[in-house]
């Protein structure tokens, strides 16, 4: 029998809805993947130091994270090899306390031994220096190398069949160098919505780029 127009519309058209419904999205373990260049979050106190008193920060985009952005002020961070790394962008809001994410090529270059934390862990992380316009700012501790973790709100990780701080394994199939990646943290807010941050050696070890994806192995 030949399907006329209007009955192989209506047929895509339930197809298409049938694909749509909550079923189907509760299936979907895909997540999309955020990749984070090196940066530097920033106390009253040594925004202060660095940029002069009441100095505020000019935001210039904002993250994926509700409430997170992307600033206009850049910075100079520098270890005991002497070798500056400039341009190391300041994100907002200003936080309790001082922070430094790198990679680990960045170490290499700073002679630097961060620790692989998730952030706000800073007890007992690497020492460093950063040079602003107004001043310098030694961190006793507080540079680290940011761990693999996944944000996602509560309704996600019901989703997932996940909590806050629960380790999941992921595979990284989207880029160039398919790959598995263990021990990923999860961290579940009101605050996150869905996304897996990879500093930019992960990114390039597997070739991927902002909007890759990684799917949570069921195990």
């Known amino acids: 029998m ?11 058209k339930k197809i298409v809805s049938e694909m749509d419904t ?49 600033c206009k002020e850049q910075l100079t961070i520098i270890g005991p090899s002497m070798r500056p790394i400039e341009g190391v962008r300041v994100l907002g809001p200003i936080r309790k306390e001082s922070q430094v994410e790198i990679s680990v090529t960045d170490s290499f270059v700073l002679k630097v031994k961060p620790p692989v934390r998730e952030s706000g862990s800073l007890a007992g992380s690497a020492p ?12 006793k501790q507080g540079c680290i190398i940011a761990n693999r973790h996944i944000h996602m709100s509560p309704a996600d990780g019901a989703r997932f069949g996940v909590k806050d701080g629960d380790y999941i394994t992921v595979d990284a199939f989207s880029g160039t160098k398919r790959t598995r990646w263990f021990d990923v943290q999860v961290r579940v807010s009101d605050k996150f919505c869905l996304e897996m941050h990879v500093d930019t050696d992960d990114a390039n070890a597997v070739g991927f780029k902002n909007g890759s994806t990684v799917t949570m192995v069921k195990e």
């Open 22 to 70: 909550p079923a189907a999205k509760a299936d979907d373990l895909t997540i999309p993947v955020g990749i984070s260049n090196r940066h530097i979050h920033l106390s009253r106190e040594d925004l202060d130091t660095l940029f002069g008193a009441g100095y505020e920060l000019t935001p210039i985009k904002d993250l994926s994270q509700p409430g997170q952005y992307a």
């Open 128 to 139: 460093i220096t950063i040079i602003g316009p107004k001043g310098i700012v030694t961190l």
């Open 2 to 12: 030949e399907l006329n127009a209007s009955t192989i519309e209506a047929i895509v």
